[in-house]
């Protein structure tokens, strides 16, 4: 069971959609739970100590039920739900053939037809490489980098793939120690779609998927994500595929197992963090009832896009 904690100035977003309308910065330690936790239904134990600047702490994919957005206090904290979804995730136990039979045919015969299409638009010229040792990370990050500064990931949310030093220094201590796989797709020489996965306890991690949103009709995730998993099945040297926290419709397609999980975070039982809290939790729920309200009338996936290419 993993104990690490790091410091972190997590940003508690008050958002609509893709939209940051406005953000509040907390110093807090925080922890993602393993994949070997959460099967084993135990969280690591909160810190016993918080740093003097710290506010508090916040653990990512607990393993269980809880009801989005409660808030009670829980000692010396005011502990907040902030996400229950279901984590996904691939048991890599068979073949890759075995993994492809959980499939319809109907989604076997559409992944194969995104495939060869896009093949056709690159014309004959589609390549997929995989990465992990040392001497080839440079030349991933480099391409990768390229693909992650046109996505919306990165532009809008800061979830691009890291573009600071301190990123890389530990890509390729990782990468030196045999524990990180990375994945790229190319339209001939221009790099189309990225994937980057570190290593746990013989579990690849989903860290980072992007993709070039000028293709984006043409599926490259999708096509990249299976490529990898074909090449990860092949190397028969990992017990899990973990998607991490949320549970995309892609990450639901794909996985083979999922389990119950929520985010919470512990702030100092203080009048300013519950007002902090308490306010979020309503705008959360006021932006969650405008989604829903415009998913049903059928505005939601529109505004998305328009939101994204702005």
Same mark, same amino acid.
């Given at each position: 069971?993993?104990?690490?904690?790091?410091?972190?100035?997590y940003?508690?977003?008050?958002?609509?959609?893709?939209?940051?309308?406005?953000?509040?910065?907390?110093?807090?330690?925080?922890?993602?739970?393993?994949?070997?936790?959460?099967?084993?239904?135990k969280?690591?134990?909160?810190?016993?100590?918080?740093?003097?600047?710290?506010?508090?702490?916040?653990i990512?994919?607990?393993?269980?039920?809880a009801?989005?957005?409660?808030?009670?206090?829980?000692?010396?904290?005011?502990?907040?739900?902030?996400?229950?979804?279901?984590?996904c995730?691939?048991?890599?136990?068979?073949?890759?053939?075995d993994?492809?039979?959980?499939?319809?045919?109907?989604?076997?015969?559409?992944?194969?037809r995104?495939?060869?299409?896009?093949?056709?638009?690159?014309?004959?010229?589609?390549?997929f490489?995989?990465?992990?040792?040392?001497?080839?990370?440079?030349?991933?990050?480099?391409?990768?980098?390229q693909? &992650? +500064?046109? =996505?919306y990931?990165?532009? $809008?949310?800061d979830?691009g793939?890291?573009? #600071?030093? @301190?990123f890389v220094?530990?890509?390729?201590?990782?990468?030196?120690?045999?524990?990180?796989r990375?994945?790229?797709?190319?339209?001939?020489?221009?790099?189309?779609?990225y994937?980057?996965?570190?290593?746990i306890?013989?579990?690849?991690v989903?860290?980072?998927?992007?993709?070039?949103?000028?293709?984006?009709?043409? &599926? +490259?995730? =999708?096509?990249?994500?299976? $490529?990898?998993?074909?090449?990860?099945?092949? #190397?028969? @040297?990992?017990?899990?595929?973990?998607?991490?926290e949320?549970?995309s419709?892609q990450?639901?397609?794909?996985?083979?197992?999922?389990?119950?999980c929520?985010?919470r975070?512990?702030?100092?039982?203080?009048?300013?963090?519950?007002?902090?809290?308490?306010?979020?939790?309503?705008?959360?729920?006021?932006?969650?009832?405008?989604?829903?309200?415009?998913?049903?009338?059928?505005?939601?996936r529109?505004?998305?896009?328009?939101l994204?290419?702005?």
């Open positions: 069971m993993s104990d690490y904690w790091h410091r972190q100035g940003e508690l977003k008050f958002q609509v959609s893709d939209i940051i309308l406005l953000r509040k910065r907390i110093p807090i330690l925080a922890h993602a739970c393993t994949l070997g936790e959460i099967l084993s239904g969280a690591s134990d909160p810190p016993l100590e918080l740093p003097r600047e710290c506010e508090g702490f916040l990512r994919s607990c393993p269980g039920h009801l989005e957005g409660a808030i009670d206090r829980s000692g010396l904290y005011v502990a907040y739900t902030m996400a229950s979804y279901e984590h995730y691939i048991d890599l136990s068979g073949s890759f053939s993994y492809q039979a959980k499939f319809s045919t109907k989604t076997r015969g559409t992944i194969t995104k495939i060869k299409k896009f093949t056709a638009q690159c014309n004959g010229r589609m390549s490489q995989s990465y992990s040792c040392p001497d080839d990370m440079p030349a991933f990050y480099r391409w990768a980098r693909v &992650s +500064v046109l =996505t990931q990165e532009r $809008l949310l979830a793939l890291p573009g #600071e030093p @301190a220094d530990a890509m390729l201590a990782e990468a030196k120690q045999g524990r990180v990375a994945y790229l797709l190319f339209d001939g020489e221009k790099p189309v779609a994937l980057y996965c570190p290593i306890e013989k579990t690849l989903y860290a980072f998927l992007g993709f070039d949103p000028s293709y984006g009709e043409s &599926s +490259v995730g =999708t096509i990249l994500l299976w $490529l990898s998993l074909e090449s990860i099945f092949s #190397e028969k @040297a990992f017990c899990y595929f973990d998607f991490t949320g549970a419709t990450k639901q397609m794909f996985s083979t197992h999922r389990v119950p929520f985010n975070l512990f702030l100092l039982d203080t009048g300013r963090n519950r007002l902090l809290l308490a306010a979020h939790r309503r705008f959360d729920r006021t932006s969650h009832r405008l989604g829903t309200a415009l998913d049903r009338w059928g505005f939601k529109a505004i998305k896009r328009l994204r290419g702005a």
